[in-house]
């Protein structure tokens, strides 16, 4: 329970740094950019964490065969997800990829 926690806030510490990414491109563009940086950092979020969700994790984690880690059946979709902690975890792998983009 207190490693669930654990990597929850730390997930919420690196989308924290997301904001930061955030504050940085409106610093340096102008005043009328504004609301187009923020949408563009929103949507970026919002279509990784999708595409995480979906096969990015299982790409990244699955069991693994032939082809880069794909196991037919497997946990695409997080179908096979049933505890906080396995949700936790790819909460936080999805913070690190969307941090990356």
Known sequence: AHATWWLVLTS?????????????????????STEVLIMKNL????????LWWAIGHEFAFGGGSVFVGFSPGAAFFGHTY???????????????AATSV
Request: aromatic letters at 14%; hydrophobic letters at 50%; a negative charge.
């Open 12 to 32: 919420i510490n690196i989308f924290g740094m997301q904001l930061g990414f955030c504050m940085l491109e409106v610093g340096c563009a102008t005043a009328k």
């Open 43 to 50: 949507c970026d979020a919002s279509v990784v964490a999708l």
């Open 82 to 96: 049933s505890k906080a902690d396995e949700w936790s975890q790819m909460f936080l792998q999805f913070q690190f």
